[in-house]
């Protein structure tokens, strides 16, 4: 099994690793992220139905998951992982292009899914809207982005990201190119008292501490599950559940 890329977000899976890794990963911050992107997957996999569009698809463990209930198609601009992709989930089909723009016809989708994709792209406006064009009336999207927790920050922290938002700036653009959102969801949703954010400090500079499952690790990060977000609550990650606005 692959653990993620440079960029510390992508991960390669098999379908075998997929069922069991989620309960298996002990021991480094990044296995929080191959966590996290197993439990969006099986979480949206309840909420989505008919032909469903997954961006950024990677190497296709996520798309392969989908397919299994609805008609899945990947896209992703990377030719290796989407070849990786096609042996790994046959019944899905894959497409290669970059963002913001989708080669698909308009309403071509019941829904879209887009997981850690938004923070990467340069025009996130005309991402939203390309996915606004291809999902069918009364259709909907599944947007998830990390979550800036220092509103004053100019740069993310992360390398890789172009941007980070808030949970009300990213609503924001939503509604703005024309989806409606009906539930706002997170992940790594954590205490906001004092103890937790001293604690988050040290495991930082001691990542050798991070342990998921353990109770000081719950308290930093949170569980890997996807809530609903509650006031005074800090996600990790936000995801929004929107319609669109026909």
Not at 23 to 31: E, L, N, S, V
Request: proline share 6%; with cysteine.
């Amino acid at each position: 099994m692959s653990d993620v890329d440079d960029a510390g977000e992508r991960v390669d899976l098999t379908r075998e690793d997929f069922d069991r890794a989620a309960d298996t990963f002990r021991g480094a911050p990044h296995q929080h992220v191959l966590r996290e992107h197993l439990e969006r997957y099986r979480w949206v996999r309840e909420r989505v139905s008919g032909r469903v569009l997954d961006v950024a698809c990677g190497t296709g463990y996520g798309t392969g998951y989908l397919s299994e209930t609805c008609e899945a198609v990947g896209f992703d601009r990377d030719p290796t992982a989407l070849a990786r992709a096609a042996v790994r989930a046959p019944a899905a089909e894959f497409i290669q292009g970059d963002l913001p723009h989708l080669p698909f016809e308009d309403a071509s989708f019941d829904f879209a899914v887009s997981f850690e994709t938004i923070e990467h792209v340069d025009d996130d406006l005309t991402f939203l809207r390309q996915l606004r064009r291809v999902v069918r009336p009364n259709g909907g999207v599944v947007v998830s982005s990390p979550v800036r927790e220092r509103p004053y920050l100019v740069r993310p922290p992360n390398q890789w990201h172009v941007r980070e938002y808030t949970p009300s700036e990213l609503e924001s653009a939503l509604r703005k190119t024309g989806f409606v959102p009906v539930g706002c969801f997170g992940q790594g949703i954590r205490s906001s008292r004092f103890a937790a954010v001293q604690a988050e400090r040290v495991l930082y500079r001691l990542p050798q501490l991070c342990r998921p499952g353990r109770w000081w690790d719950r308290m930093i990060h949170g569980n890997d599950e996807v809530e609903v977000v509650r006031a005074k609550r800090r996600p990790k990650i936000v995801i929004f559940i929107c319609r669109t606005n026909e």
